[in-house]
């Protein structure tokens, strides 16, 4: 029998996790990244990649056809990350904010991509000192992806709510339960998707 995936449409799915690098002592962000990444690699475990900010990596599963799957592959790679981070001495966060940031700028990661980022958006980029945990779909039929995206859009703020963990910036309570939702808005592609209709309108519009 055809594997039919997630949901019975052939869908996969995939995580990416950002997480905060803090120094143990006081816990405010450290710039650490470069030796993080340095020392999974190192180790032979899942990929650490850098992001942004000097104080940020990432981790991301393969592309999993179950959510056994994709549990696996998130606990293979939190367990290389923890590991390479208490090499190099740092302790490691899964949240939208810590209190400390906003406070240190860290930095940003010594890649073109990310330095031309940082050039172009100037503060915007340095004071991006957010993580998400980012749950991708991946749908086989186009139209299908497409006609998806305005039935997904009412269950985003429920998702949100579910999932807020961000009230401190600059060691202050912010009185938002997400506030790095209000960090994050500040780039212009930020915000849920438009209803395109088909995928030939949205092939368009790109």
Do not use: N
């Amino acid at each position: 029998m055809e594997d039919e995936g997630v949901g019975g449409v052939g869908a996969t799915l995939g995580v990416e996790e950002e997480f905060h690098l803090l120094d143990p002592v006081d816990g405010g962000l450290a710039p650490g990244a470069v030796d993080v990444v340095s020392e999974a690699a190192a180790a032979g475990g899942p990929d650490v990649e850098p992001e942004l900010l000097q104080s940020t990596v990432e981790t991301a599963t393969p592309v999993c056809r179950s959510l056994d799957e994709v549990r696996a592959s998130v606990v293979a790679a939190r367990r290389s990350l923890l590991a390479a981070a208490a090499e190099v001495g740092l302790r490691v966060a899964a949240c939208g904010t810590v209190p400390d940031s906003g406070r240190r700028l860290p930095g940003i990661f010594p890649k073109r991509r990310y330095e031309e980022l940082a050039e172009e958006y100037q503060q915007v980029a340095r004071e991006q000192m957010v993580c998400a945990c980012q749950v991708q779909v991946g749908v086989p039929d186009r139209e299908l992806a497409v006609a998806l995206l305005p039935r997904v859009q009412p269950w985003l703020p429920v998702l949100l709510a579910l999932s807020v963990s961000s009230p401190y910036f600059d060691r202050r309570d912010t009185g938002y339960g997400s506030y790095r939702t209000q960090v994050w808005s500040r780039w212009p592609t930020a915000g849920p998707a438009s209803s395109y209709g088909s995928a030939a309108a949205y092939d368009s519009a790109v």
